[in-house]
């Protein structure tokens, strides 16, 4: 059995404490960076960014479009304008080459809360499951955009949207959107592993499918080497992602982790001691390919 | 059967069992959101929609809530409703009270907007339709008590055409005018400069939404006058003239003088002196 008090000693022995965390702290830099650049003009008067994760404004001149909110409003009947347009295909572009679920790791302020609530699951021990399918998500994608059209006057689920109205809380003032959120730490908490994440969330879902197709992906590319410890199953949000890459080497897949439930947030690298992971494109080589073309290369070099 | 088969068929039960609980869980939610989303989307008195706001039903499918509107506006009057408020979260909003609309030329919040929550075609900001001023209490307007005041009449971006002044007769000193502000719905804005203004504790002005503010006349109703105006003449049949049964040389006047006698006074059919005609019954006898 693994034991949760050890978890990730064995990466911090082997690489040291930041190559251990390396982008953990590269997500949580993104995440409050993002913030921080929508928070430098009302808090300081610096007019970088402008707006929120739905629609904001660069530099008055780079728009950038939240192409979720847009499509409930385009089914509630928005015609949006130009600049809106463009920010969409811009954001849709990104998420299309970093992965759709990067929304996920790397920019929602929700998630903060939510490791906050799986780090104090692994601390405290407390193991509860929920019959809670992960593909709930899905359907309540499809209810957010049912609704549109089903009630009059819109855009229903950003009335409490808690991704949105945790973003915009914190760069416009937060009423009581602080219940809702912590509303979401106490369920990831006690009721349900990556519950809020992992099971609920359209907002996810719907990156999840703009990313199906996505170009980054996290391969694991030194598989062979896998020691079996567990951990990186333990520490990954969307767990199931995991298994056809890393043990699917007799089968004969691809060593690249398909799955577009994966959020390419990098846990899996950060607390490998192995180095079994690494970022990489989507193509299906397998380690044998890779070390032929390593042996290529250095011969070249030689 | 096959056991590989038996445990094909439990697979497919608990499948479909597990796709209906999901099924019916979210659809609990949904029920749940549409019925808050009905509670939460109406706009109360106090909250007025930026200027060039759709109508609010389809604002609310517009508006994506992202606070460009409140970033660009230059007096920092717009807010966003967060959860508690009574206004939709998330949707912009600003209190004449408090803070009214300034009435940029360049509406700033509408050039923001990147869906046309706020309408593009919105130019002029004397043609925007935030609300509309209502003088909500009579009884404290200090005009009406015959105090001179105008200080909405004189705030007002379009002075006397919006707010114009009525001089009435003051009944109380019998001998001075009152200064009535009346709004005309054909010019206000509701921009809510005149609901700061108002020099009141609690003003005696106040902008509504325009939904809350007029009333609607039923759709069959037709005004005589101005269908008749527009006909060039009478759409019905005049009605036939009343015929007073009374003595030759006398007529009856309508619109006032009441009881005409033509021609000399002798040729009267009724005596100079009132009192033979008041005394007519009794002579007889």
Not at chain 1, 17 to 30: D, E, M, T, V
Not at chain 1, 158 to 165: F, G, Q, T, Y
Not at chain 1, 265 to 291: S, Y
Request: one cysteine or more.
């Amino acid at each position: 059995m693994l034991d949760m008090k050890r978890l990730g000693n064995d990466a911090i022995a082997e690489k040291g404490w930041f190559n251990a965390h390396k982008f953990l702290i590269l997500r949580r830099l993104s995440q409050l960076g993002i913030l921080a650049l929508f928070l430098a003009g009302p808090w300081l008067g610096i007019w970088i960014v402008k707006g929120n994760l739905a629609y904001s404004l660069t530099l008055d001149f780079l728009p950038l479009t939240d192409p979720y909110v847009l499509l409930q409003g385009s089914l509630s009947g928005v015609v949006p304008q130009t600049t809106a347009i463009i920010g969409v295909v811009i954001v849709l572009l990104f998420y299309f080459l970093v992965g759709g679920r990067v929304y996920c790791s790397w920019v929602c302020p929700v998630n903060m809360v939510t490791d906050l609530a799986a780090w104090l699951r692994r601390k405290l021990g407390i193991r509860t499951t929920s019959q809670l399918s992960r593909s709930t998500r899905f359907w309540m994608l499809g209810l957010t955009l049912i609704l549109p059209f089903a009630v009059a006057g819109g855009i229903v689920w950003e009335l409490v949207n808690p991704v949105s109205m945790m973003f915009r809380g914190i760069v416009f003032g937060m009423g009581a959107a602080w219940v809702m959120i912590l509303g979401i730490f106490l369920f990831d908490l006690v009721v349900a592993k990556d519950g809020w994440c992992g099971h609920i969330c359209p907002v996810g879902a719907f990156y999840n499918l703009v990313g199906s197709r996505s170009l980054l992906r996290v391969n694991a590319v030194q598989r062979q080497a896998c020691n079996d410890c567990m951990e990186c199953y333990v520490i990954c949000p969307e767990p199931q992602v995991i298994k056809p890459a890393l043990k699917g080497e007799e089968k004969g897949t691809s060593p690249v982790i398909l799955s577009s439930d994966c959020t390419n947030c990098g846990r899996c690298i950060d607390i490998c001691a192995k180095d079994v992971f690494k970022f990489g494109g989507r193509q299906n080589k397998t380690t044998e390919a890779l070390k032929r073309e390593g042996e290529i290369n250095r011969g070249v070099r030689v | 059967m096959s056991e590989r088969e038996r445990k094909n068929e439990i697979n497919r039960r608990q499948f479909l069992g597990n796709m209906l609980k999901t099924a019916c869980g979210v659809g609990l939610v949904g029920l749940g959101l549409g019925a808050y989303s009905k509670r939460a989307s109406s706009l109360p008195a106090s909250y007025i929609r930026p200027p060039g706001a759709l109508p609010e039903e389809e604002f609310l499918g517009t508006c994506i809530r992202c606070g460009l509107c409140v970033r660009d506006c230059p007096y920092d009057i717009l807010f966003l409703g967060e959860l508690g408020d009574q206004v939709p979260t998330g949707t912009p909003y600003f209190v004449a009270r408090s803070g009214p609309c300034e009435m940029c030329e360049d509406i700033p919040c509408v050039v923001a907007c990147p869906t046309n929550a706020l309408d593009h075609e919105l130019k002029d900001i004397e043609a925007s339709r935030m609300g509309l001023a209502v003088l909500v209490d009579q009884e404290n307007c200090i005009a009406f008590h015959g105090l001179r005041c105008e200080v909405c009449f004189n705030v007002c971006p379009l002075r006397n055409r919006a707010i114009s002044l009525d001089m009435q007769h003051n009944t109380r000193s019998g001998k001075h005018a009152l200064f009535i502000p009346v709004v005309h719905s054909d010019a206000c804005t509701g921009c809510g400069l005149c609901e700061r203004a108002c020099i009141l504790e609690e003003a005696a002005i106040k902008v509504f939404p325009t939904h809350l503010a007029k009333g609607e006349l039923g759709k069959h109703y037709r005004l005589g006058w101005e269908e008749k105006e527009k006909a060039g003449g009478a759409l019905v049949t005049p009605d036939t003239k009343h015929h007073y049964n009374l003595p030759d040389g006398v007529r009856y006047e309508l619109q006032g003088e009441g009881l005409i006698i033509e021609g000399e006074a002798e040729d009267s059919p009724f005596s100079s002196n009132p009192l033979d005609t008041l005394n007519s019954g009794f002579m007889d006898k």
